[in-house]
């Protein structure tokens, strides 16, 4: 994401100082993923247990569920049957949207590289958002209309769905006729993503749905902001507002009730303070109303 955010500031600000500061560990970052983060092609999630300094509280590292960790989505269902290699420090499991952030990230860097006149390092990296953007092709289920997770160790798709597997229209890793499908397909399908309260984490047809625990089931502001921005590289205009509106609406729900902005919310309830493990006061839950003021911005 730091290539993404970099990239939007320099398009609004138009500081040259700013990307030439942020651009050496940006690109740093880009080619560690790509050396120390890739299995049978793919780019994936791990942990490197023998890193210094130890953390004595963190018992995780160079587990499974560190490499989960490194995902961001804890306890997300997606993971529950993936396996680890200890010797290599990876989650044995090809993930759509680490794939397509990852060529997000090479698209975003190339265009930063391009502003500041390294010609080299632009093509080194759309060379590889476009080796990346080939094997995510690989993951395309045409019989489901969307593309799927793969299971590294068994060599089979994983049928589990969640916002992330939008992530790559924010790739632009997708034909407009895919995208149209997935959209159509999955994300206004109401037994999946669709309904009063978007987007579940899982999708609501999947046994974790119920729990409404964490990234099982419940709604993240930076999932929908990060689908929002790939439904705008594609011809779908109705559904972005549809889209924009719901996460408004999402946002409001709980601070009209009790002036909050949340970690998560329930995607049964629409209520954010409602449990424990949910910040009252998060500042990514302002995500949901930032979706709104940028499709305002984009249509005036």
Request: aromatic share 12%; hydrophobic share 40%.
């Amino acid at each position: 994401m730091g290539a993404l955010t970099i990239l939007g500031l320099y398009r609004r600000f138009h500081e040259r100082w700013f990307i030439e500061d942020a651009y050496g560990p940006l690109i740093k970052w880009n080619r560690w993923w790509a050396k120390h983060r890739e299995m049978q092609g793919y780019p994936v999630w791990g942990s490197d247990g023998e890193n210094e300094p130890h953390n004595p509280d963190d018992n995780s590292v160079g587990t499974l569920q560190a490499a989960k960790f490194e995902s961001g989505l804890d306890n997300s269902p997606m993971y529950d049957d993936a396996s680890y290699d200890a010797a290599t420090h990876q989650m044995q499991f090809a993930d759509v949207g680490l794939m397509s952030l990852y060529i997000a990230d090479c698209n975003a860097l190339a265009e930063i590289a391009d502003a500041l006149g390294k010609a080299n390092d632009v093509e080194e990296l759309q060379q590889r958002a476009a080796q990346y953007r080939e094997t995510l092709g690989t993951m395309w289920d045409d019989k489901r209309g969307i593309f799927l997770n793969r299971n590294l160790l068994s060599g089979e798709f994983s049928t589990r769905l969640s916002p992330t597997n939008f992530y790559l229209l924010l790739a632009k890793a997708a034909t407009p006729a895919q995208a149209d499908r997935m959209v159509q397909e999955h994300l206004l399908n109401p037994t999946e993503f669709w309904g009063d309260w978007i987007l579940p984490s899982i999708a609501r047809n999947d046994p974790a749905y119920n729990d409404q625990n964490y990234w099982r089931g419940r709604v993240w502001g930076p999932m929908n902001y990060l689908v929002y921005l790939g439904l705008r590289n594609y011809p779908q205009l109705s559904v972005r507002k549809q889209f924009a509106q719901k996460s408004m609406e999402l946002f409001e729900n709980e601070w009209s009730a009790d002036g909050r902005v949340c970690e998560n919310y329930s995607a049964i309830t629409g209520m954010g303070g409602d449990v424990s493990n949910s910040s009252r006061f998060h500042h990514w839950g302002a995500l949901l109303a930032l979706i709104k003021f940028k499709e305002l911005s984009a249509l005036k």
